[in-house]
Structure formats: C-alpha cells, structure tokens
Nanobody
Framework: QDQLVESGGGLVQPLGSMSLSCAAS????????????MAWFRQAPGKERQFVAA??????????YYAPSVEGRATLVRDNAKNTVYLRMNSLKPEDTAVYYC???????????????????WGQGTQVTVSS
C-alpha cells in the first residue's frame, strides 16, 4: 500500500529553522516516484489548509514553487533515489505554527498546484510549533 510519512516536526524558537521529511513507500511510489508532483501544505489552528511548496519534473527538468509567505525562507529538496522530499525553513515565525502535510499527485498542473484537490495521496501530518 502506498503511503506518505512525514517526520521532523517539533517545537522551534522564533527565528530558528526546521527540517521536515516526507518518505514515500509502497509499490506505485517505489516504481514511479520521480514522476510524481510532490507538495507541502500546512494547516494552522482554526484555518484552512494552505499550500507551502511543490516540486515537479517536466521537460525543463525539476522545478520548485513556493507560496509567497515562505518564499526566500523555504527550500524544498527532492531525493528521488530515496523516494523522499524535504522541506527546510529558516527565520521561522509564530505564524508558521501548523500541522505540515506532504502530498503527491500523478497529474501535476502548475495552474492548480496550490489546490488540495489536485493531490491524490496525503501523509498524516507533523506538528511544527514556533514559540519561545
């Protein structure tokens, strides 16, 4: 059974950094991981889930995209050999506090990559709390 498993969350002080991992496993992911569009979303308490970053490979090569709220602070790194994507963020703010989710899609579309409904598979999420 295919699944995504996030790890790396926890308590971080303001202006600190974090590194999250998302490991994909299962027969479909193992055979085709590099063809999947991968993304990170987050959901703060009382708010809707929002797009954070995404990665996809097309004829131009591997490309990454970021939400304006994390642009310049976040880096999505993809390791296709390990079927894993990472989200690294620095200069964390209290408003970055959220449950962070990893998501995957076989049909990545730039126009709608920020939409939850575009993604077929989701991890269980990992909590990140930014607080002193």
């Amino acid at each position: 059974q295919d699944q995504l498993v996030e790890s790396g969350g926890g308590l971080v002080q303001p202006l600190g950094s974090m590194s999250l991992s998302c490991a994909a496993s299962g027969p479909t992911f193992s055979a085709n991981f590099r063809t999947y569009g991968m993304a990170w979303f987050r959901q703060a308490p009382g708010k809707e889930r929002q797009f954070v970053a995404a990665s996809n490979s097309d004829w131009r090569g591997e490309r990454t995209y970021y939400a304006p709220s994390v642009e310049g602070r976040a880096t999505l790194v993809r390791d296709n050999a390990k079927n894993t994507v990472y989200l690294r963020m620095n200069s964390l703010k209290p408003e970055d506090t959220a449950v962070y989710y990893c998501a995957a899609t076989r049909n990545f579309k730039i126009a709608s990559m920020t939409w939850e409904t575009d993604y077929d598979s989701w991890g269980q999420g990992t909590q990140v709390t930014v607080s002193s």
